[in-house]
């Protein structure tokens, strides 16, 4: 019985010798960690059949979204997780408004790393007008 209480009166000594205050009485700073995240851009413009600029059509990427201005150019960019090939969707929503209802156009994007920080790649793309609108 003795030596248990000795046992267990060392252990309770043994773990408050080991609390986690430096000798000032601060704590160990903690260590931070996060997932990975680079920053991706990409830039360019929306155009019709005939080579016009679209204004208003949304550009999507899974993290972020922007619109294209009256010129039809566009700026997007986000953070996210490094990846190589990321998706781009282009979406009238606002149908003849700009000058027809276009057709939805997705584009797989293979990144070229810009620095070690991030990725940039310049995308033109020119919407066709969906089959209600032909007469």
């Known amino acids: 019985m003795k030596s248990k209480l000795i046992l267990m009166l060392l252990a309770l000594l043994g773990f408050s010798a080991c609390d986690s205050s430096d000798m000032d009485g601060t704590p160990p700073p903690m260590p931070m960690y996060a997932p990975p995240s680079v920053s991706f851009k990409v830039t360019g413009k929306v155009t019709n059949s005939a080579g016009a600029p679209i204004n208003g059509i949304k550009v999507l990427s899974e993290p972020g979204m922007t ?38 156009q997705r584009v797989n994007l293979d990144l070229t790393p810009s620095d070690k920080d991030g990725f940039e790649k310049k995308l033109d793309v020119s919407l066709e007008l969906t089959n209600s609108n032909s007469i």
Request: charged share 25%.
């Open 67 to 104: 619109e294209t201005a009256p010129d039809g150019s566009y700026e997007l960019t986000w953070k996210s997780f490094p990846s190589l090939t990321q998706h781009v969707t282009f979406l009238d929503q606002d149908g003849a408004e700009n000058g027809g209802d276009f057709e939805v």
